[in-house]
T-cell receptor, first 114, second 112 residues
Framework: DAGITQSPRYKITETGRQVTLMCHQT?????MFWYRQDLGHGLRLIYY???????DKGEVPDGYVVSRSKTENFPLTLESATRSQTSVYFC?????????????FGPGTRLTVT | DQQVKQNSPSLSVQEGRISILNCDYT??????FLWYKKYPAEGPTFLIS?????DKNEDGRFTVFLNKSAKHLSLHIVPSQPGDSAVYFC???????????FGKGTRLHILP
């Protein structure tokens, strides 16, 4: 299916565990982004990538790691999950840098850290 | 320090009437503004954008107005339809090559 997909859609994990959220897009967009959405906050950028093997920090990167070995995939790893990382995570992609045009968002992953 | 503010967490509007969603910003360097719409259990979808060289941009039932002197923008939906019930995020960037800052969102309820 064309588009942008995220897996899993729901995840419950324990404090201290490592968890990886997957993101896959079929458009060959250069740019990919990870956001988190929390009550009382808008969407906050965690990490972004301008191309394969090029990644950079966003607004709230602490506790997260990303990689981009292939253009279509952009996994987000929580190395040692904390309760404060309970959130809804959205992956997005775009043809150009985020301010220059629309981003296409995935359906989100709801992560609960117990 | 909130640079993009949506002060109304929710708004209820009768079907067929005009919905007006407001957004204020504090950073005078912002010159590109976007609105995204989000349904429950889905990701946000791009709705409409405007650059600071314009004061109005229209796309079908959706119009965005920008008042740079007041650092204020608004999204007008006319006429409002049941499918417009969603959360609307206002977003801004300093240039088209800068990161986007999102507001907290406004939940719009369209009443039958």
């Amino acid at each position: 299916d064309a588009g942008i997909t995220q897996s899993p859609r729901y995840k419950i994990t324990e404090t201290g565990r490592q968890v990886t959220l997957m993101c896959h897009q079929t458009w060959s967009h250069s740019y990919m982004f990870w956001y988190r959405q929390d009550l009382g906050h808008g969407l906050r950028l965690i990490y972004y990538s301008a191309a394969a093997d090029i990644t950079d920090k966003g607004e709230v990167p602490d506790g997260y790691v990303v990689s981009r070995s292939k253009t279509e995939n952009f996994p987000l790893t929580l190395e040692s999950a904390t309760r404060s990382q309970t959130s809804v995570y959205f992956c997005a992609s775009s043809e150009s840098w985020q301010g220059a045009g629309e981003q296409y968002f995935g359906p989100g992953t709801r992560l609960t850290v117990t | 320090d909130q640079q993009v503010k949506q002060n109304s967490p929710s708004l209820s509007v009768q079907e067929g009437r005009i919905s007006i969603l407001n957004c204020d910003y504090t950073n005078s360097m912002f010159d590109y503004f976007l609105w995204y719409k989000k349904y429950p259990a889905e990701g946000p979808t791009f709705l409409i954008s405007i650059s600071s060289i314009k004061d109005k941009n229209e796309d079908g039932r959706f119009t965005v107005f920008l008042n740079k002197s007041a650092k204020h923008l608004s999204l007008h939906i006319v006429p409002s339809q049941p499918g417009d019930s969603a959360v609307y995020f206002c977003a801004a960037s300093a240039t088209r090559h800068d990161k986007i800052i999102f507001g907290k969102g406004t939940r719009l309820h369209i009443l039958p």
